[in-house]
């Protein structure tokens, strides 16, 4: 048995910004969404809680490489949040190698986001390159700010992290 599927109802509208769904076959398992962060669902409106995953691709069929957001939408099995980032990437990993497979593509290029700081695991602040607004994905979700200083604040004063941890080592924004 496969570990990862793609598994789109046909009949189904998928929703605004969600390219498909991915379900994790083996324990723990779980329902997960794909979508391209392209500007077409604008960062600001982006609020989720559950455990999320930023990485970069470029599709067979595109000219750019863009970034994309994996979303768990149902951890069935309700495993830890640090056991699903490490499977998130896991599919991160599987998603362009099935892509270029439907596509009969050769090669497909990935790559991660990196990691906003040392100190917070699995923490990525994607800035957008035309206005300015950003993406935080942080331990258990990910929320849309107007600019990256509202992202620091809501760091420190909405998850009552440390300032010396959020501003220790240079900021990595990934742009």
């Not at 391209?36 to 609020?47: H, K, M, Q, V, W």
């Not at 069935?76 to 593509?105: C, G, N, S, T």
């Not at 050769?106 to 923490?123: A, Q, T, Y």
């Amino acid at each position: 048995m496969k570990r990862f599927y793609l598994s789109d109802d046909p009949v189904q509208e998928l929703p605004e910004g969600v390219l498909t769904h991915i379900y994790g076959a083996d324990k723990p398992r779980f329902f997960a969404t794909v979508s391209r962060l392209d500007g077409s669902l604008p960062f600001t409106e982006i609020a989720f809680l559950g455990v999320s995953f930023m990485f970069y691709f470029r599709a067979p069929d595109d000219d750019k490489a863009y970034a994309y957001l994996l979303k768990v939408t149902d951890n069935i099995d309700e495993a830890v949040h640090h056991d699903m980032l490490d499977i998130l990437k896991e599919v991160a990993e599987w998603y362009p190698d099935a892509r270029a497979f439907q596509a009969d593509a050769d090669r497909v290029e990935i790559g991660w986001l990196k990691p906003f700081s040392k100190h917070l695991n699995g923490f990525q602040i994607l800035e957008h390159e035309d206005n300015g607004t950003c993406l935080l994905n942080f331990a258990l979700g990910c929320q849309g700010f107007n600019d990256t200083n509202s992202a620091l604040k809501f760091l420190e004063e909405g998850l009552g992290i440390e300032r010396k941890l959020i501003y220790t080592g240079g900021l990595k924004i990934n742009r």
